[in-house]
């Protein structure tokens, strides 16, 4: 049995997933990573949206650092949120959830 540290990303943002699974394979085929991508249904203040959530962990067989994973997450969520024509994206993380957005924010 091999073990790694646990670390884990998870990228949630709206859109569609057909579109998101093919960004996930571009993403991946060039920087060598695996992922995991499940549908997901925001429900919100007046609304309710799909979208994705795209997994990222610390593959023993492959161990890598929470830097690494991060900046991996971060560099394909940005892809998504491009091709997905979306104005934000969260990474959630063991301790931490960042929050990315283009919009102005509000005052």
């Known amino acids: ?33 695996c992922v995991t991508i499940e549908p997901v249904t925001y429900i919100y203040t007046g609304g309710e949206e799909a979208g994705v959530r795209i997994g990222l962990i610390n593959y023993p067989r492959f161990p890598s650092d929470e830097a690494t994973l991060l900046e991996n997450a971060v560099k394909l969520a940005v892809q998504l949120m491009n091709r997905l024509s979306q104005h934000s994206y969260s990474i959630v ?10 919009r102005e924010r509000a005052a």
């Open 1 to 33: 049995m091999t073990s790694c540290p646990t670390i884990r990303f998870d990228i949630f943002i709206a859109g569609d997933l057909d579109q998101a699974k093919q960004v996930c394979r571009e993403y991946c085929f060039d920087v060598g990573l």
């Open 93 to 102: 993380g063991l301790e931490k959830t960042h929050w990315f957005s283009r």
